[in-house]
């Protein structure tokens, strides 16, 4: 009988790498093993974690919720999952120096392991979709390759396009620690 590990590889999916800060986009139509395309991400500042109000990064299974941003122009500006109709330049920037500019796209992530990040533990919400954890664009000024979101995983506006148009759905993201 075949395992989940198995059937995985037939699927297209996404992991994420803490320690390389690097998302792999598997896609078995281009090869089965290799991915088809590598990133350089920024995850979260504080590191590794699961509970809501620390800022980490969740570890685990996950998969995408949901796809926002559609066919928004690149800079596209979004707050509360809705686009303001603000495109991002170093002058908005400068008006508005404390937001979390998160911007072009958005693929809002989902736990898969109840406890882990999903739901609630002994230590109170860890619930990757109730904590608003994302893939998204951030300003072509941020750096890659550093833990430097609040939780989410920040790529390029070109890439997030990119990969946002390869996604589905419910496509597997699996956040790994090394």
């Keep these: 009988m075949p395992t989940l590990k198995m059937v995985e590889k037939f699927i297209p999916r996404i992991t994420v790498n803490i320690a390389t800060q690097t998302l792999a986009f598997y896609n078995p139509s ?14 979260a500042k504080n590191g ?15 998969y995408v919720a949901s796809k926002i941003g559609d066919k928004m122009p690149i800079n596209s500006v979004f707050v509360g999952r809705l686009p303001t109709g603000e495109i991002y330049h170093e002058q908005l920037a400068q008006q508005h120096p ?24 002994e230590q109170g919400c860890c619930d990757t979709y109730r904590r ?14 550093v833990p430097m979101s609040h939780g989410c995983v920040r790529m390029r506006n070109e890439d997030v396009i990119w990969l946002f148009d390869q996604v589905q759905e419910g496509m597997p993201v699996d956040i790994i620690a090394k």
């Design 48 to 62: 590794i974690g699961s509970l809501e109000g620390t800022g980490c990064t969740p570890l685990g299974k996950h």
């Design 132 to 145: 608003y954890i994302y893939i998204h664009g951030t300003p072509d000024t941020e750096p890659m390759g």
């Design 98 to 121: 404390d937001r979390d500019w998160i911007l072009s796209r958005i693929l809002w992530l989902s736990g898969c392991e109840q406890g882990i990040n999903k739901g609630d533990n």
């Design 30 to 43: 281009f090869d089965a093993v290799r991915p088809q395309r590598i990133f350089s991400v920024s995850t």
